[in-house]
């Protein structure tokens, strides 16, 4: 980010000339822009050569480097509060200039700021997406291949309820995979049932160990074969 002296310095140099009426209140990235629009759109009334005509360009070419970097932390955080809001990426395409969802969703990941902290570029951070995304398929799918041995895993921590060596914690998990058990899809017990496992160590080691054995097996289908 520029220094305020250089960007104040440029704006001074635009506002004082006598071209037209300069609005001297409201945000102030929109009134540089205003200052940059005098600039570009004006015919300079001097010789080619000319200083101040020059000092005009560069004091607008100035502001108009602040502007672009102002936009670029503007847009992700609007984009984000849109979704927030809840807007789909189909309503976001048309505002961003793009043509379909994907697209859209595609430039708010290169241009939101790393979660991480690490610096990666906008390039990094779709293809981690991707990935991520292609990694949860891998999972759903496993979970759906091997749904006769989930449910009868997760059976067995549900009859559990009850059970006078749980913990409340853990009394909590065994309910939460209990509810899962009744969703249609098998991927739904995953996650319930590598909550409870910690929980479980103490008391129900043995099928604590079973639990690991599928979780990990599972998240293993993550990662892409050779």
Known sequence: ???GSERERARRRLADRPLDEQARDGDTALTDLGLVNRVAHRKLGFPEDDEAG???AVAALTLLRHLREELAEWEPRLIAAARAHGASWIQLAPALGVASRQAAERRYLRLRPDDTGEATTGEQRVRAERDRRAGDR??????RNNAIGLRQLAAQVSALDG???LDDDARKHVDTVTAALGESDTAALLGPLTDALPHL????????DKIAFVTDEGNSSR????
Do not use: R, Y
């Open 54 to 56: 020059v000092a005009d």
């Open 1 to 3: 980010m520029m220094e």
């Open 201 to 208: 160590h103490t008391s129900h080691p043995g099928l604590a």
């Open 138 to 143: 891998a999972v759903t799918q496993w979970a």
């Open 163 to 165: 059970d006078g060596a």
């Open 223 to 226: 990662q892409p074969k050779n």
